[in-house]
């Protein structure tokens, strides 16, 4: 029986199979590569504390932007839609419940919002001030 994300070892099991997944993927996988290069063991320490301080109230381990560090990359809807495809299946495969629910309307909520940001800087030219 699948169970629901509850501890920072679900969390760290979820986001260890889904960049697993996003390595592998050849349209995100290099775009992921590309920027994290040789860091993926921080990135992925960032991705667990992040993850933590969105699912687990009580824990809030992350006081970063996420958007800013995505602001420059060649990312588009395609992307997007790759990135929730890829983190819904990792989801389901293993967990089930309130929270896991949550952590597939929180990524597809960030997705959102992402895209209406990116969209608004390069139809401005600019630089991101979010």
Same mark, same amino acid.
């Given at each position: 029986?699948?169970?629901?994300?509850?501890?920072?070892?679900?969390?760290?099991?979820?986001?260890?199979?889904?960049?697993?997944?996003?390595?592998?993927?050849?349209?995100?996988?290099?775009?992921?590569?590309?920027?994290?290069?040789?860091?993926?063991?921080?990135?992925?320490?960032?991705?667990?504390?992040?993850?933590?301080?969105?699912?687990?109230?009580?824990?809030?381990?992350?006081?970063?932007?996420?958007?800013? &560090?995505?602001?420059?990359? #060649? *990312?588009?809807? %395609?992307?997007?839609? $790759?990135?929730?495809?890829?983190? !819904?299946?990792?989801?389901? &495969?293993?967990?089930?419940? #309130? *929270?896991?629910? %949550?952590?597939?309307? $929180?990524?597809?909520?960030?997705? !959102?919002?992402?895209?209406? &940001?990116?969209?608004?800087?390069?139809?401005?030219?600019?630089?991101?001030?979010?």
């Amino acid at each position: 029986m699948m169970k629901d994300i509850e501890t920072l070892e679900d969390i760290k099991y979820l986001v260890d199979g889904f960049y697993g997944r996003v390595r592998k993927d050849e349209l995100i996988g290099p775009i992921f590569d590309e920027k994290i290069g040789n860091h993926w063991d921080r990135h992925l320490d960032i991705m667990y504390r992040f993850w933590q301080t969105v699912l687990l109230e009580e824990d809030k381990t992350y006081f970063g932007n996420p958007f800013m &560090k995505h602001a420059a990359l #060649p *990312v588009f809807g %395609e992307h997007f839609q $790759r990135w929730l495809q890829l983190w !819904k299946e990792t989801l389901k &495969k293993d967990f089930n419940g #309130p *929270v896991a629910d %949550e952590a597939y309307t $929180r990524a597809e909520r960030m997705a !959102k919002v992402f895209q209406i &940001k990116l969209k608004a800087i390069r139809q401005e030219g600019g630089s991101p001030v979010f």
